[in-house]
């Protein structure tokens, strides 16, 4: 089955422990991206990766790093979680066409106290 | 500025009437693409539909069609005889090409909720 794949989908943690939310596509997209969603905000692009190696910032990078070693994967970590952090982490994938739908992951809920 | 403003935080419509969902943009792009998300309570996302700005006819996908008006620079979706099942929050989000990058920014969305 296509999909997406995000672990964990729920972490409580506290501030300055660093963690790594795992993403990993079957699809051989090239696109993969992360997001976070708040409440009045929407979802807003963090980091996306065009292909293997190469990663860019999106709107609200600060505070979270990437990779992109495979193709499959897109880790995304946060070397010292801070509470205002704490949302739901969306990652997505999609060929690269301006025409393709982003294929979602189920979401991680992170809390970070 | 915002690249995508969803002006309606929530909307409440009665079952089997059609809805339509506002959307505007703004991007200097010439070559850009337009989407519509549903997510449901269960918090997965769920493309709806595609509008690409070189279209010349507005999108259709089942119930769901989007008014692409180019030149005011909007992308309503519009739900035709609308269920129970499509209460949800609804997400418009828009992919540009900044130098050879492609970025997709999101609305804040609209929750639709749909009265029996």
């Known amino acids: 089955e296509a999909q997406v794949t995000q672990n964990p989908r729920y972490l409580i943690t506290v501030t300055g422990k660093k963690l790594t939310v795992t993403c990993s596509q079957n699809?051989?997209?090239?696109?993969m991206s992360w997001y976070r969603q708040d409440p009045g905000l929407g979802l807003r692009q963090i980091y996306y990766?065009?292909?293997?190696?190469?990663?860019d910032k999106g709107d609200v990078p600060e505070g979270y790093k990437v990779s992109r070693k495979e193709k499959r994967n897109f880790p995304l970590i946060l070397e010292s979680p801070s509470p205002n952090q704490t949302s739901l982490y969306f990652c997505a994938s999609s060929l690269l066409g301006q025409e393709e739908p982003q294929h979602f992951g189920d979401g991680t809920r992170l809390s970070i106290l | 500025a915002q690249k995508i403003t969803q002006t309606q935080p929530g909307m409440f419509v009665q079952e089997k009437e059609a809805v339509t969902l506002d959307c505007t943009y703004d991007?200097?792009?010439?070559?850009?693409?337009l989407f519509w998300y549903k997510q449901p309570s269960s918090g997965e996302m769920i493309f709806l539909i595609y509008q690409g700005s070189y279209d010349q006819q507005n999108a259709t996908e089942g119930r769901y069609s989007l008014n692409f008006q180019k030149a005011r620079k909007s992308a309503n979706l519009v739900i035709s005889a609308s269920q129970l099942g499509d209460s949800a929050m609804y997400f418009c989000?828009?992919?540009?090409?900044?130098?050879?990058?492609?970025?997709?920014?999101f609305g804040q969305g609209t929750r639709l909720t749909i009265n029996p």
């Open positions: 990766s065009m292909n293997v190696e190469v990663t």
């Open positions: 699809m051989n997209h090239e696109y």
């Open positions: 991007t200097s792009d010439p070559s850009y693409g």
């Open positions: 989000a828009m992919r540009e090409r900044i130098q050879g990058a492609q970025k997709l920014v």
